[in-house]
């Protein structure tokens, strides 16, 4: 659908977006993933034209050139974090942009129903658009995005002010509307988001990108450091690669030595094995560990918080190191896991990710 070369932002000096090359797919949801301030609105501005990049090119797979702005930006719609909506009636808030096309009024009326049905407001023409909850004032906005059938659809924090059950209202919504092709570029801060609805995300971070991937590269081979801290790998412990045989190798942390895969590092590398919080397993103390538990250790449960619904999150102290463990509530239930117990965790060999510890 596009792709950028060299993309750079800057204002008054500072940069904003640095050497973005991204290629965005005709019919996938892409989502940029980042902390306040990385640079994903910014992005989205320029991708859709409302912004100049500094320096660097998009080129679009659509009907239209550059010189072509117009048709281009026709072909292409924006959902703001928070909906600019005028001090109308929802159906002449969703009709505006047909009405200042001149469509006719018959197409108006017969396209507004359809759009309002499939943001499941249908019943709402005649309410002010001023009386409406957060989530319906988000759903108005998606109508007036929608109503142009874009094929190219650019989501900024569409749920960044939405209780939970708007949010899973709104991530419903935007996959109803990617199902019959529609490109949708989605720019979120909120991971489990970019999980649930993306096929590629982009980690951005201070206007670069870190990588790109499907959710399981992101989630479970994050190439930085910075990128499995903000998946919430949380367990990352610093070492040195102390030998190799075959498809393990050997790294020496600070507190333990831990066997994992091997892949394209050396020995006397200096690297970071990463493991997320619910690949860890508790161990139960009666029970011989299995040969194939090969990176077992042993800790004191210094606290537990509750993650809301079915899982607990450990912390574990494994001499000075202190591990983050989420095991389903019932399982710590039946484990009888509590603050000052004993815990033998099994940090499964091909849950240990390797990555460079220099790869900040
Ligand atoms: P948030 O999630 O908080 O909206 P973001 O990831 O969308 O953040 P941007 O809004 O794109 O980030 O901002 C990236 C950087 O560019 C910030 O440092 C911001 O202050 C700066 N910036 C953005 N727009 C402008 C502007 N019009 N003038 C000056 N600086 C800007």
Do not use: W
């Amino acid at each position: 659908m596009l792709r950028t070369e060299n993309l750079c932002k800057s204002f008054e000096g500072k940069v904003a977006l640095e050497e973005i090359n991204l290629e965005i797919k005709k019919g996938e949801i892409f989502a940029v993933l980042g902390p306040s301030g990385a640079g994903k609105t910014t992005l989205l501005r320029v991708l859709n034209l409302l912004e100049k990049p500094s320096n660097g090119r998009i080129l679009f797979h659509l009907p239209g050139s550059e010189k072509e702005k117009l048709a281009l930006r026709r072909k292409m719609a924006m959902v703001f974090q928070e909906a600019p909506l005028f001090n109308r009636s929802v159906y002449e808030n969703v009709a505006y942009g047909l009405k200042v096309r001149k469509e006719r009024e018959v197409v108006i009326k017969e396209r507004v129903e359809r759009t309002l049905v499939l943001v499941g407001l249908s019943g709402y023409e005649s309410r002010n658009a001023a009386t409406l909850s957060g989530g319906e004032r988000q759903r108005v906005a998606f109508a007036m995005a929608t109503i142009f059938e874009p094929e190219l659809l650019f989501l900024d924090e569409p749920t960044a002010n939405l209780d939970p059950v708007n949010e899973g209202i709104i991530e419903e919504l935007i996959l109803r509307i990617n199902r019959p092709g529609v490109t949708i570029v989605l720019a979120t801060h909120k991971q489990a988001e970019a999980l649930a609805l993306a096929s590629r995300i982009a980690i951005l971070n201070s206007g670069r990108i870190e990588q790109i991937g499907t959710p399981e590269e992101i989630f479970y081979e994050p190439k930085t450091r910075f990128v499995a801290e903000f998946v919430g790998t949380k367990n990352i412990f610093e070492g040195e690669v102390k030998s190799k045989h075959g498809n393990k190798m050997l790294v020496a942390t600070k507190n333990f030595d831990l066997e994992v895969p091997s892949n394209s590092f050396n020995a006397g590398e200096q690297v970071c094995v990463c493991i997320r919080p619910e690949e860890i397993m508790v161990l139960r103390e009666d029970v011989p560990a299995k040969t194939a538990h090969r990176n077992v250790l042993s800790g004191e449960i210094t606290q537990i918080i509750s993650q809301g619904g079915a899982m607990l999150r450990l912390y574990v102290q494994v001499q000075e190191e202190c591990l983050v463990v989420d095991v389903p509530r019932h399982v710590a239930k039946v484990m009888n896991l509590k603050i000052g117990k004993k815990a033998k965790l099994s940090l499964k060999f091909g849950s240990c990710h390797v990555i460079l510890r220099d790869n900040r």
